[in-house]
């Protein structure tokens, strides 16, 4: 059984290398920011009201995300496995999650801040399926196109640069201090984020494939 839950600063490449995981070992994909990003365009209720946290790079209220998030980890494709993919984000939803499921496995992305601006800055993303591309590193085949769709690529609102500042203040103070929170568990696997997405790929392979904690 694999529940594992992937933490990282924003652009560090976790929903890269989430949706080939997730692939690989036939386990839901659950991204909390895809979710989240999916009820704005849908233009629900609790879209309307995440929006401008969104937007403006912070925190969406705990109990938003968890009505959102409980439905997915509940479905029939989550009873053998899931990998979670911004979430917790904090200690109040880490003590939450414990009470819905345990996790087997917690990888933590590491990467220098340059680079993840680097990173940010350069993403376009599909706003039908969330494909993430980036200008340099991962262009699509037809500029501006989703490979999968044809869609338009957009730069999401978030990646902003004022947007970033806030994300990447919020990660230092709200969800840094999980590391230590899983790490005392014996959860925490730490990966070397840098390189390219098939050497970053190799190393989350061997975290997870390493012998359970
Ligand atoms: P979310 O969508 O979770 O964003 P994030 O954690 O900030 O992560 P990102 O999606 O920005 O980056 P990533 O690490 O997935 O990188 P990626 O693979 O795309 O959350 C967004 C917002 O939703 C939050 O700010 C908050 O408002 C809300 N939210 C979500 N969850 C929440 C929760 N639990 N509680 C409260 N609020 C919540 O890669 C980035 C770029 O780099 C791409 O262009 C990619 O192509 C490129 N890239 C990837 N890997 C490499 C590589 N190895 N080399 C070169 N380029 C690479």
């Known amino acids: 059984m694999h529940r594992i839950a992937f933490l990282g600063p924003p652009g560090a490449g976790k929903g890269t290398q989430a949706a080939e995981l997730a692939q690989a070992l036939r386990i839901p994909h659950l991204s ?6 999916g009820a704005v365009g849908a233009g629900s209720p609790l879209g309307r009201e995440a929006d401008g946290y969104m937007r403006a790079g912070k925190l969406v209220p705990d109990a938003l995300v968890l009505q959102i998030l409980a439905e997915r980890l509940a479905g029939a494709d989550a009873r053998a496995g899931f990998l979670l993919d911004g979430y917790p984000r ?5 003590e939450t999650l414990a009470t819905l499921t345990p996790l087997d496995r917690v990888l933590s992305f590491e990467i220098p801040t340059d680079e993840l601006v680097r990173r940010l800055s350069g993403r376009r993303t599909c706003p039908v399926c969330q494909t993430a591309y980036h200008l340099v590193s991962k262009p699509p085949k037809v500029a501006g196109r989703c490979d999968r769709d044809g869609t338009e690529l957009i730069q999401r609102p978030d990646d902003r640069p004022e947007a970033i500042e806030v994300r990447l203040r919020v990660y230092a103070e709200q969800t840094a201090p999980l590391l230590d929170h899983y790490r005392r568990q014996g959860l925490l696997r730490a990966i070397d984020a840098t390189g390219t997405p098939a050497e970053v790929a190799g190393r989350v392979r061997r975290a997870v494939e390493s012998a359970p904690p």
């Open 32 to 37: 909390t920011g895809d979710l989240l990003r």
């Open 90 to 94: 904090n200690l109040a939803q880490a």
